[in-house]
T-cell receptor
Framework: ETGVTQTPRHLVMGMTNKKSLKCEQHLGHNAMYWYKQSAKKPLELMFVYSLEERVENNSVPSRFSPECPNSSHLFLHLHTLQPEDSALYLC???????????????FGPGTRLLVL | EDQVTQSPEALRLQEGESSSLNCSYTVSGLRGLFWYRQDPGKGPEFLFTLYSAGEEKEKERLKATLTKKESFLHITAPKPEDSATYLCAVQARSGGSNYKLTFGKGTLLTVNP
């Protein structure tokens, strides 16, 4: 595997379900991100982890719970979601604190989530 | 608050018909401006980073330029495989977050054969 991978690629869940999205990066980066992409809207940053510590939480509802067990893996735990949470959820990674000036973010393919 | 506006929202070209996409931005000190390409159902693919006004970068049929207020993505003699949504994002030099990218809504480019 190369780059940033995400599983599952597609997910359908009811409002009472609990599910998790997984992201893995094979780039040796130290920072990882979750973004939400809805139709007709710009990408919205949800969470940022740097060296496994959460450094940004962009006013995201508590029904989204991130977890970063190590610098290569990132999870997004979902529970009691609403239909308006249906979107493409993208994971990204960047070099992080050791990257210095260049903070290019590299994205995974995304998980298409549908909440019924 | 950092803002990014991309125009046009959609652009339809004939194969070989060159054009430009625009990204206007306001940011409290530019750390970097990024261009990405996104195909339907996929994640954004990194194209370029520009750091200072006057900088230019090229890749195949694409050339990105930067001024103090906007960036252009020039597409020369496009091919149907260049069809995609092109996203622009800025990263601010100041502020609490060194990582935050502010994205525009994108330009959907369609190149007809």
């Amino acid at each position: 595997e190369t780059g940033v991978t995400q599983t599952p690629r597609h997910l359908v869940m009811g409002m009472t379900n609990k599910k998790s999205l997984k992201c893995e990066q094979h780039l040796g980066h130290n920072a990882m991100y979750w973004y939400k992409q809805s139709a007709k809207k710009p990408l919205e940053l949800m969470f940022v982890y740097s060296l496994e510590e959460r450094v940004e939480n962009n006013s995201v509802p508590s029904r989204f719970s991130p977890e970063c067990p190590n610098s290569s893996h990132l999870f997004l735990h979902l529970h009691t979601l609403q239909p308006e949470d249906s979107a493409l959820y993208l994971c990204a990674s960047s070099q992080g604190p050791s990257g210095g000036y260049q903070e290019t973010q590299y994205f995974g393919p995304g998980t298409r989530l549908l909440v019924l | 608050e950092d803002q990014v506006t991309q125009s046009p929202e959609a652009l339809r070209l004939q194969e070989g018909e060159s054009s430009s996409l625009n990204c206007s931005y306001t940011v409290s000190g530019l750390r970097g401006l990024f261009w990405y390409r996104q195909d339907p159902g996929k994640g954004p693919e990194f194209l370029f980073t520009l750091y200072s006004a006057g900088e230019e970068k090229e890749k195949e049929r694409l050339k990105a330029t930067l001024t103090k207020k906007e960036s252009f993505l020039h597409i020369t003699a496009p091919k149907p495989e260049d069809s995609a949504t092109y996203l622009c994002a800025v990263q601010a030099r100041s502020g609490g977050s060194n990582y935050k990218l502010t994205f525009g809504k994108g330009t959907l480019l369609t190149v007809n054969p």
